[in-house]
């Protein structure tokens, strides 16, 4: 798993470069046009029996080449724009999943491995904070599933810092909660009976943050915590009701 974060990590940095190269000259002042690197921590919490929380180094990334944009997982195209609607055409890294061989529980398993969803994503924003809806299927046919999220967000302005706080929900489809928290019939064993937690429902709240060093150094953190819907708790290979993802990282604006 550490291995295949690190290579899709330095693909993304390599597209984002590439993003970026046509405006970066006038980034201090076309908000357009950006390009912001430096080196992150991405630290996870998973629900699954025996596995502990994992830390990997990670590049945190923001490019902008309107109508094109990229951030630290995300790459998306701006197809809409008003004073307050947006459409955006995105591709998004699905992190989930585990390295069966990283627990004896997962004993004859098959690995559940990351993947990357692509659909499209609505945003109504005003005075009251900012509402987004997507829709996401997976593009690697790993778990040929469905994704429909809708998310609140205000967000605080400050001389150099903002935070926004956020909540929402995601509907998992069968398919994918099945990929990611089921067990198949071949991988049943003695006190791990297949099983298939079917459509499922996850709450979460987050929270995204960024303060301004300097006209060069931005440092970033994000944390996002899902209560899991019972369907998955139920799975025989899970043992916690929560998820958690960080991101902490600092940002040179080139």
């Known amino acids: 798993m550490a291995n295949k974060i690190l290579i899709i990590s330095l693909t993304l940095l390599i597209c984002s470069a590439g993003l970026a190269e046509g405006g970066k000259q006038n980034s201090q002042t076309d908000p357009n046009s950006i390009f912001l690197l430096g080196p992150g921590t991405l630290i996870t919490v998973k629900p699954y029996k025996g596995m502990d929380p994992t ?3 990670i590049p945190v990334i923001t490019a902008v080449s309107a109508p094109f944009y990229f951030s630290i997982d995300t790459a998306g195209c701006r197809l809409f724009s008003d004073s307050n609607m947006t459409f955006d055409i995105i591709g ?5 999943g585990y390295d069966a061989d990283k627990s004896d529980y997962f004993d004859g398993m098959h690995n559940r491995n990351m993947t990357v969803d692509v659909g499209g994503e609505f945003g109504i924003s005003g005075d009251w904070g900012n509402l987004y809806a997507r829709i996401l299927t ?8 469905q994704e429909y999220r809708l998310t609140y967000a205000k967000p605080f302005k400050f001389e150099k810092a903002k935070i926004s706080p956020s ?3 995601a509907l998992l489809s069968s398919n994918l909660a099945d990929y990611y928290y089921g067990v198949r019939d071949d991988e049943a064993r003695t006190g791990r009976p297949a099983y298939n937690p079917g459509a499922s429902v996850n709450w979460f709240v987050g929270l995204d943050a960024n303060y301004q060093l300097n006209d ?9 915590y899902y209560w899991l819907d019972n ?3 139920n799975s025989p290979i899970v043992n916690k009701d929560y998820t958690i993802s960080i991101i902490a990282g600092a940002m040179y604006r080139f």
């Open 167 to 169: 909540a929402g929900f």
């Open 55 to 57: 830390i990997y180094p």
């Open 92 to 96: 998004k890294l699905r992190l989930d």
């Open 138 to 145: 997976d593009a690697l046919g790993q778990h040929d599933g």
């Open 216 to 224: 060069d150094w931005t440092l970033l953190a994000s944390i996002t």
């Open 231 to 233: 369907n998955i708790r």
